[in-house]
């Protein structure tokens, strides 16, 4: 049995199996791999982004590097951390390029983060000078897709703890920010 | 929506199969720098192995030993950096291990001869280290960007590890000193010198 065919037969997850049949050599099957990751991934932006035509230009931006990049997903591996990977890379560039940034602070707030504010910085290295607690709070939200239940839930903190972590550290980064900026 | 479609159809028309050259975008560039060294190194520089019949295989094994590994780890360093969502804690903590024995190493000379870092010939190093050490890096620049790295910081520091390691690889058999001061002062030093620029540059140079 191959690993290809193995990891078929085991993996419950839609993108799995769609890519598996895919690489087979069936058109139709990755027709239904990119359709799904459109959904998943319009899912994730649209909680960091928000539902308007930046998601839709991000959305392209991510799928047609799913697609390019396709050779750095090893067959047997799964693809969900993968395309999380690559989705979330390609928004950090994006907003790279606007040279400026919105971040969704919590499931009710959005904070808008001033121009420029995140132009040319490199993300983990600002969380790396945030309290290990928060930089995982943002961590889980914003760059992992996770709600502030689900942050919460992973980390063993109720709702409300999360989102007061996400928001201090929020506002910590962007005084490290505005310090670093000359 | 009708965007988004006709993106889909024609991505799906193109076919889920990578491109059967992927090995050979991200080894080629690696391998091509590696002999680009060597080769330069051996018709440049007089004198390989000359030192072996004072000092015997000792400081050649070190020397080598060393550089061969980082580059190893480097690579394969690199590799995984280039492989979306692939935890890379792991690889990363393999690529500082040689430093740590080469340091330990050191400890064990300072307490027994005494550190052994002056040497004749270290002008002659900077400048060998110097000059194939970014020639190695933009090869694994070149190497990396045939993947997808997501951390362009830490694939940059990781390509300068492996720039520093190909030119200490490189040099190495021309070098008459045997000290394991002079190997942390004129080769690591550069090495790590290399892998801060990548560091400082990745964001730059890997991003796609």
Redesign the interface.
């Known amino acids: 049995m191959t690993r290809t065919s193995f990891q078929t037969q085991v993996s419950g997850d839609a993108l799995d199996r769609h890519m598996a049949d895919a690489r087979a050599g069936d058109r139709k099957a990755y027709r239904q791999f990119l359709a799904e990751a459109t959904r998943r991934i319009r899912a994730m932006l649209a909680r960091k982004v928000g539902a308007d035509s930046e998601l839709e230009d991000v959305l392209q931006e991510c799928l047609i590097a799913l697609h390019e990049k396709r050779h750095t997903l090893d067959p047997g591996r799964p693809v969900g951390p993968w395309m999380y990977a690559i989705a979330n890379y390609k928004l950090i560039d994006h907003w790279r390029k606007r040279g400026r940034s919105r971040l969704v602070l919590d499931d009710e707030v959005e904070m808008d983060v001033a121009a420029d504010s995140f132009a040319g910085m490199d993300i983990a290295a600002l969380l790396g000078e945030l309290p290990e607690a928060q930089a995982q709070a943002i961590r889980l939200t914003h760059i992992e897709g996770m709600t502030n239940r689900e942050a919460g839930e992973h980390i063993g903190i109720g709702v409300s703890a999360m989102k007061l972590r996400v928001h201090r550290g929020m506002l910590r980064l962007k005084e490290i920010v505005d310090e670093q900026r000359p | 929506m009708t965007?988004?479609n006709s993106?889909?159809?024609q991505?799906?028309?193109?076919?889920?199969?990578?491109?059967s050259s992927?090995k050979l975008r991200f080894a080629g560039p690696l391998l091509a720098v590696l002999a680009l060294c060597a080769v330069g190194a051996a018709l440049i520089l007089d004198g390989a192995f000359a030192s072996m019949a004072r000092d015997g295989m000792g400081p050649i094994a070190v020397k080598w030993g060393f550089s061969l590994i980082l580059l190893g780890l480097s690579a394969v360093a690199l590799f995984v950096l280039?492989?979306?969502?692939?935890p890379t804690r792991a690889v990363m903590i393999g690529v500082a291990l040689p430093f740590v024995v080469i340091l330990t190493l050191f400890g064990v000379e300072i307490a027994t001869t005494g550190p052994m870092v002056y040497g004749e010939t270290w002008r002659q190093c900077l400048m060998a280290m110097s000059v194939m050490s970014p020639i190695a890096f933009v090869g694994a620049i070149y190497a990396a960007r045939s993947?997808?790295p997501?951390?362009?910081?830490r694939a940059g520091l990781v390509a300068g590890l492996f720039g520093g390691a190909v030119a200490m690889m490189a040099y190495a058999p021309f070098c008459p000193e045997r000290g394991v001061g002079y190997m942390v002062v004129f080769y690591l030093l550069p090495i790590l010198a290399m892998a801060a620029i990548g560091w400082a540059l990745g964001?730059r140079l890997l991003?796609?």
């Open positions: 965007d988004i993106v889909l159809d991505l799906a028309s193109e076919g889920a199969s990578p491109p992927g280039g492989k979306p969502g692939r993947l997808a997501t951390n362009l910081r964001p991003r796609w």
